[in-house]
């Protein structure tokens, strides 16, 4: 079931604009999901409760080297994607190699954009735009201590000894 979910950006913009067709929301983030965790599931859940249907977007292998470190990410775009695809909250996944996620955002023109709470409205990438049709923009609460990189810290602390 996974796999149906992750999805092309040219198929993934023909079952939005059915599904906008009947009335529902459309709710759109984006992010690396890295050892996925708890952090990111609740994230995601939270997301999901915003609209009717929501489509992460997940960089590219590529992209998170230029944004984060040379030696991220840890898991593959492959199982990163198949991984998100498989949270019950997530209806489609599309895979993006660009630095940020404007374009999609752009081609979907989602209902309503979402980002955790530790980005302010203004730095969202996308929330101009959203905004310019009367989209909504959102930020979430994230779980506190929940991060991948302090997932990855606390490896190398506690078993490089």
């Known amino acids: 079931m996974s796999g149906a979910k992750v999805i092309s950006l040219s198929d993934l913009k023909h ?30 859940q939270d997301a999901r409760s915003k609209g009717d249907c929501l489509v992460v977007a997940v960089n590219s292998d590529s992209s998170i080297k230029k944004i984060k470190a040379k ?6 775009q492959s199982d990163r994607l ?7 909250s997530v209806d489609f996944v599309v895979l993006f190699n660009e630095n940020n996620p404007l374009r999609l955002i752009k081609a979907l023109k989602p209902d309503v954009l979402i980002k955790g709470a530790d980005w302010s409205k203004k730095k969202i990438i996308g929330a101009d735009f959203v ?20 997932i990855i810290e606390k490896i190398i602390r506690d078993f490089s000894k």
């Open 15 to 44: 079952k939005i604009m059915r599904l906008k067709q009947v009335g529902r929301r459309i709710v759109f983030t984006n992010g690396c999901f890295d050892i996925l965790h708890y952090g990111h599931v609740k994230y995601l």
């Open 71 to 76: 030696n991220r990410p840890v898991i593959g």
């Open 131 to 150: 905004e310019s049709y009367g989209g909504k923009v959102l930020t979430v609460n994230l779980v506190k201590g929940r991060s991948t990189s302090a």
């Open 82 to 88: 198949k991984t998100v695809a498989a949270l019950a």
